[in-house]
């Protein structure tokens, strides 16, 4: 999203009525706060491989570096701030708290429009925001979105059509509300209002989302949850509890695959959907590519994907790749970048789909024609919410 499409964008709403280089000292992100149940799940659900997550506090310290030509701004969260930053010089344009006292953020996406929030006063009473910039990346405005949510269940995953008109969310089961529950995925019309769930019968989430320009068609990846009534330190937990819990995340299938939905229209009196006839696309790499996947992304017309793949270690380490391959067939395509030290795991891109965000050691940093670019450095990976 850059500041000129951002005040056309808001021109043609009023008339209808409605970072590879250092680049000096900028000055660090504040720490995070102690986080609750959104941290560990969308760590979770940014993994290949099972994962074993825990309730605990994850802080991130961000150091911010100059990233070439990209989107004008990118958005960094914590539980109480969105910071919004230039992606040439790091520095620091806007800022958007919590609007509530008690409410804390979770998860974050992008469009050309603005910047998407959701938040939460417990682990089962969630509230959308969209965040509008100014030209100079000052916040403008911040409006609540008219999202309802099935009950008993909240996001764990979450993206936005490249034209800001459809909001589309991966469900779970809140905590204390029984077993996780089949696989659920909703969308929302945030041009027309209404939404639509779509259901399989599967237990498990949909994780790693992400939507084609219009919005019409939704990638995804499916991923099984075991979670362990057992607190941290050994100590057995009543069911029902939510402060402390064990779970097991994973993607179902060590197969690199990615699902598409067509979600059809969306909008009041289309009831729910049927997750079920989503069309499974197998990726088929080159023999040189190493298997393992870590993050899958449709582009904005649909045509292809961009997935992260090669093994890596805890320590970061690994052989990452950055691939295309066709949508149709899932043949591979392009080799966008390859790092023989470092494993790379796809966090999200920007709008078009040309830089995509990834996760390299403890950096964040984007991959296009002239290689990779670092954005920020990181002291906890898993605990960062980032947006373009």
């Not at 059509?161 to 909001?167: E, K, M, T």
């Not at 939507?211 to 941290?232: K, N, P």
């Not at 965000?357 to 990976?381: N, S």
């Given at each position: 999203?850059?500041?000129?499409?951002?005040?056309?964008?808001?021109?043609?709403r009023?008339?209808?009525g409605?970072?590879g280089e250092?680049v000096?000292?900028v000055?660090?992100?504040p720490?995070?706060?102690?986080t609750?149940?959104?941290?560990?799940?969308?760590?979770a659900?940014?993994?290949a491989v099972?994962?074993?997550?825990?309730a605990a506090a994850m802080?991130?310290?961000?150091?911010v570096?100059a990233?070439?030509?990209?989107?004008e701004?990118?958005a960094?969260g914590?539980e109480?701030?969105?910071?919004?930053?230039?992606?040439d010089?790091?520095?620091?344009?806007g800022?958007?708290p919590v609007?509530?006292?008690?409410?804390r953020?979770g998860?974050?996406?992008?469009a050309?429009d603005?910047?998407y929030?959701?938040?939460?006063?417990?682990?089962c009473a969630?509230r959308?925001?969209?965040?509008?910039?100014?030209?100079g990346?000052e916040v403008?405005r911040?409006e609540?979105l008219?999202?309802?949510?099935?009950?008993?269940t909240?996001?764990?995953?979450?993206a936005?059509?490249?034209?800001?008109?459809?909001?589309?969310?991966?469900l779970?089961?809140c905590?204390g509300a029984g077993?996780?529950g089949?696989?659920?995925?909703?969308?929302?019309?945030l041009?027309?209002?209404?939404s639509?769930?779509?259901a399989?019968?599967?237990e498990g989430?949909v994780?790693?989302?992400?939507v084609?320009?219009?919005?019409?068609?939704?990638a995804?990846?499916r991923?099984?949850?075991?979670v362990?009534l057992?607190a941290?330190?050994?100590?057995?937990?009543?069911?029902g509890?939510?402060?402390a819990?064990?779970?097991?995340f994973?993607?179902?299938?060590?197969?690199?695959?990615?699902w598409?939905?067509?979600?059809g229209a969306?909008?009041?009196g289309?009831?729910?959907?049927d997750?079920?006839?989503a069309r499974?696309?197998?990726l088929?790499a080159?023999s040189d590519v190493?298997?393992?996947?870590?993050?899958?992304?449709?582009?904005?017309d649909?045509?292809?994907f961009?997935?992260?793949?090669?093994p890596v270690?805890s320590?970061?380490?690994g052989t990452?790749?950055?691939?295309?391959?066709?949508?149709?067939?899932g043949?591979?395509?392009?080799?966008l970048h390859r790092?023989?030290?470092?494993?790379l795991?796809?966090l999200?891109?920007?709008a078009?789909?040309?830089?995509p965000?990834?996760l390299r050691?403890d950096?964040?940093?984007?991959v296009?024609?002239d290689?990779y670019?670092?954005?920020?450095r990181v002291?906890?990976?898993?605990g960062v919410?980032?947006?373009?």
């Amino acid at each position: 999203m850059n500041a000129a499409e951002e005040r056309i964008v808001a021109r043609l709403r009023d008339a209808a009525g409605a970072v590879g280089e250092t680049v000096g000292e900028v000055p660090p992100f504040p720490e995070a706060r102690r986080t609750r149940w959104w941290a560990p799940v969308l760590a979770a659900v940014t993994a290949a491989v099972a994962v074993v997550m825990t309730a605990a506090a994850m802080t991130a310290g961000v150091g911010v570096v100059a990233v070439g030509r990209a989107p004008e701004y990118f958005a960094v969260g914590d539980e109480q701030d969105v910071v919004f930053r230039r992606s040439d010089t790091g520095q620091e344009t806007g800022r958007f708290p919590v609007p509530e006292p008690g409410l804390r953020f979770g998860l974050l996406a992008s469009a050309r429009d603005g910047f998407y929030v959701s938040a939460s006063a417990d682990a089962c009473a969630t509230r959308f925001f969209r965040v509008r910039l100014g030209p100079g990346g000052e916040v403008a405005r911040a409006e609540p979105l008219a999202v309802e949510l099935p009950e008993g269940t909240r996001p764990v995953s979450m993206a936005v059509s490249a034209d800001g008109a459809r909001l589309a969310y991966g469900l779970s089961r809140c905590p204390g509300a029984g077993a996780n529950g089949v696989e659920r995925l909703g969308v929302t019309d945030l041009a027309g209002g209404g939404s639509r769930v779509f259901a399989s019968h599967s237990e498990g989430m949909v994780s790693r989302l992400s939507v084609t320009g219009d919005g019409r068609f939704v990638a995804f990846q499916r991923t099984g949850v075991e979670v362990s009534l057992s607190a941290v330190d050994g100590r057995e937990v009543p069911e029902g509890t939510v402060s402390a819990w064990r779970g097991v995340f994973g993607v179902k299938s060590d197969i690199p695959e990615v699902w598409v939905l067509d979600v059809g229209a969306v909008g009041t009196g289309t009831g729910g959907g049927d997750l079920g006839v989503a069309r499974r696309v197998g990726l088929r790499a080159a023999s040189d590519v190493p298997m393992g996947m870590h993050g899958v992304r449709i582009s904005a017309d649909g045509r292809s994907f961009t997935a992260a793949l090669g093994p890596v270690r805890s320590d970061g380490k690994g052989t990452g790749v950055i691939v295309r391959f066709d949508a149709g067939d899932g043949g591979q395509t392009e080799v966008l970048h390859r790092d023989g030290t470092s494993g790379l795991w796809l966090l999200g891109g920007d709008a078009s789909g040309d830089h995509p965000l990834v996760l390299r050691g403890d950096e964040i940093g984007t991959v296009g024609t002239d290689g990779y670019r670092m954005l920020l450095r990181v002291r906890e990976p898993t605990g960062v919410r980032i947006a373009w």
